[in-house]
């Protein structure tokens, strides 16, 4: 039977948002409402006539409400298949009555979680009645109709007028997948606390993780690929997947990574002068820290304009006008940033296609989570890099010890390497990146990259030498040979920073003080792949 005429429903919710209205338009159809505890007591204050679940099973709620709705005569007017006539008989013999609808939605485990509450309570918050009414009626999709979220309560209303009080199978079908994707949420929700908060296991025997959409893409990486963007049902923070869209273009994925590696970036500087990244497939291609906005988004811009182009800027503090209007000089595909004054909207109106993301703060740098990748046949898991090296952590290794200024650029390059593809490569003169080499096989190469970028940025702005000349530069990871460090040296590099380890150590050493380099050792190492 592809139509089902409602005649009884049972509604049994934590959510009671748009309840009472739903409850109205079911008894004006002439359905027979069915309820428990808190929910029965909503819908009775609002007028509406109401029988307890305690009077179908013949059983009172008992133990703390724990039991109520796990009963032969719900779950059988949930499963029974209307058309098989040995279900009928058991119907008829049981004098169970069939149930048409079913409107439930869970206890809020995540939510009590969230509020940092204690085990017992995270525990008594784990809801089994409703998980087991919800999984029967999706079962029996084909005789019931199982709503999950308040949000689909105007989409069934809407069906049942146009129907004459009846869903149709198509919509049943869809509430089954959406009630199915439910509970198989809040149930990864609940081993995720189990495993993690409970158990303390970073990689438990069995890893879930429930996901929300939040929309669709134009595509993938490339034309040929479809994309979406997810959420995950646990949240962990904010960051560009909240970020309201003021302006512009739909995001693509390249968008939202770019986007995203750009404020993570950004994120470093937190609570500092202002500063500006930019970024380039993924690669910081600029980043400056100065007193004002506007000298940090020039001097971020001057290392490297050419590959700034159509490229995504992030700051740490809000947009203000004048800065808005230097970045719309130039063809900027998104910008993101942790608000933006009246001017720098203004300023980016008159760009239809820019992107503005305006976000909820920053992402913290040192979160604690994991990073996942799909390989062929697995997944690889492993905790995100919130590596955070600070100056005492800092070995000089050489006979110079670097200056302070030295110290700081050191710091400054170090902090932007660890966003780099490796091999990563930053030279940093002043506060501001003077050449980026990254994601070359080897490391020489990618000094070299760095070098070349930054004489290039000489020509360009007439400067009478690269930036290059009397900077720091951060290495990645160690160096196995002197020849990357030779080619930091040729560039004019006089301070080194790098994680040290190599078996090569003392010949990259040697060759730093006979080039009258300091180098300092980090022993933390940031691959980025």
């Not at 309820?35 to 509406?48: H, I, P, Y």
């Not at 709503?147 to 869903?167: E, R």
């Not at 929300?212 to 893409?217: E, H, I, K, N, Y």
């Not at 590099?493 to 003392?506: F, L, W």
Request: hydrophobic residues 45%; negative net charge; charged residues 25%.
């Amino acid at each position: 039977m592809a139509e089902i005429q409602i005649k009884r429903a049972l509604l049994s919710v934590s959510d009671k948002s748009g309840l009472v209205e739903l409850g109205r338009e079911l008894a004006r159809l002439g359905v027979e409402l069915v309820s428990t505890g808190g929910t029965a007591k909503a819908l009775r204050d609002a007028g509406l006539d109401v029988k307890d679940v305690s009077d179908i099973t013949g059983f009172p709620e008992m133990m703390d409400g724990r039991v109520k709705t796990l009963h032969p005569m719900v779950h059988g007017g949930l499963l029974a298949v209307r058309d098989n006539a040995d279900h009928a008989k058991a119907m008829a013999d049981h004098a169970i009555g069939a149930i048409d609808l079913v409107v439930v939605n869970l206890y809020p485990f995540q939510q009590t979680v969230a509020k940092g509450a204690e085990r017992d309570e995270v525990i008594e918050n784990i809801d089994i009645g409703g998980p087991s009414m919800v999984r029967s009626a999706a079962k029996n999709h084909a005789f019931v109709a199982i709503v999950t979220d308040p949000a689909d309560y105007a989409t069934l209303l809407g069906q049942l007028a146009d129907k004459g009080g009846a869903t149709t199978l198509e919509f049943r079908k869809k509430l089954a997948a959406k009630a199915f994707a439910a509970t198989a949420a809040y149930d990864s929700a609940i081993s995720q606390w189990f495993a993690k908060v409970d158990q303390g296991e970073k990689f438990p025997e069995r890893r879930t993780m429930a996901s929300r959409l939040v929309t669709t893409l134009r595509y993938g990486e490339n034309p040929h690929q479809e994309a979406a963007l997810y959420v995950p049902e646990t949240p962990f923070g904010s960051g560009v997947a909240q970020a309201e869209q003021v302006q512009g273009k739909e995001l693509s994925y390249n968008n939202y990574n770019d986007a995203n590696a750009a404020l993570e970036l950004a994120a470093e500087f937190a609570g500092g002068d202002p500063a500006v990244v930019i970024v380039k497939h993924a690669n910081p291609c600029g980043v400056a820290q100065r007193g004002t906005l506007l000298d940090a988004w020039n001097d971020a811009l001057a290392c490297d304009s050419v590959s700034a182009f159509g490229g995504i800027v992030a700051t740490n503090v809000p947009l203000d006008g004048p800065t808005a209007e230097a970045i719309c000089e130039i063809f900027t595909e998104v910008v993101v940033a942790p608000g933006a004054d009246d001017a720098a909207r203004a300023a980016f109106a008159r760009k239809k296609n820019l992107r503005l993301m305006i976000t909820d703060g920053l992402p913290d740098p040192l979160r604690a989570g994991v990073n996942q990748v799909v390989i062929a046949g697995g997944l690889l898991v492993q905790d995100r890099d919130n590596g955070h090296i600070t100056p005492d952590m800092l070995k000089v290794v050489t006979k110079r010890a670097p200056t302070e200024q030295e110290l700081q650029d050191c710091l400054f390059a170090w902090t932007v390497a660890k966003h780099v593809k490796s091999n990563a490569i930053v030279y940093v003169k002043d506060g501001a990146t003077a050449g980026i080499g990254a994601g070359q096989m080897n490391r020489r190469d990618s000094a070299r990259i760095a070098a070349i970028k930054a004489r290039e940025a000489a020509e360009q702005h007439d400067w009478a030498a690269p930036r290059t000349v009397g900077s720091a530069v951060a290495s990645d990871a160690f160096f196995p040979f002197a020849d990357g460090l030779l080619a930091a040296v040729e560039a004019g590099a006089t301070a080194v920073i790098q994680p040290g380890g190599s078996i090569r150590d003392e010949e990259v050493i040697k060759a730093a003080d006979e080039a009258g380099l300091a180098m300092v050792f980090t022993g933390m190492r940031h691959f980025r792949h």
